[in-house]
């Protein structure tokens, strides 16, 4: 029993046309493309970074590639979802695309 003027509830987990259409305005395919692109630059130009010095010194050169390495995974994980989530957007891709942008 419901009221007459209401339409049949969507199942969950499934987005409105009209958020589709606004998430797909903000180009999320190009954005992700984006951000892998910018974690292969991060990679590269950390790797020239260390190939600079020609005495090892173990501890910069760790902590370097510690934190490219970590910045460069988030990166790939978030272009991914987000290429990912512009070529089938369901609730759960865009919602896991905002958490990873926080």
């Not at 460069?72 to 865009?94: C, E, K, N």
Request: a neutral charge; proline letters at 6%.
């Amino acid at each position: 029993m419901g009221i007459e003027s209401q339409g049949p509830t969507r199942p969950a987990g499934q987005l409105t046309p009209q958020q589709v259409k606004t998430f797909q305005s903000v180009e999320p395919k190009a954005l992700g493309s984006i951000q892998i692109i910018i974690a292969v630059l991060c990679l590269c130009l950390s790797i020239s970074i260390l190939q600079i010095y020609y005495e090892v010194h173990f501890t910069p050169d760790l902590i370097v590639v510690t934190l490219t390495v970590m910045h460069v995974d988030l990166l790939l994980a978030s272009g991914s979802i987000l290429i990912h989530a512009g070529r089938f957007p369901t609730l759960f891709w865009v919602r896991s695309e905002s958490l990873w942008a926080l």
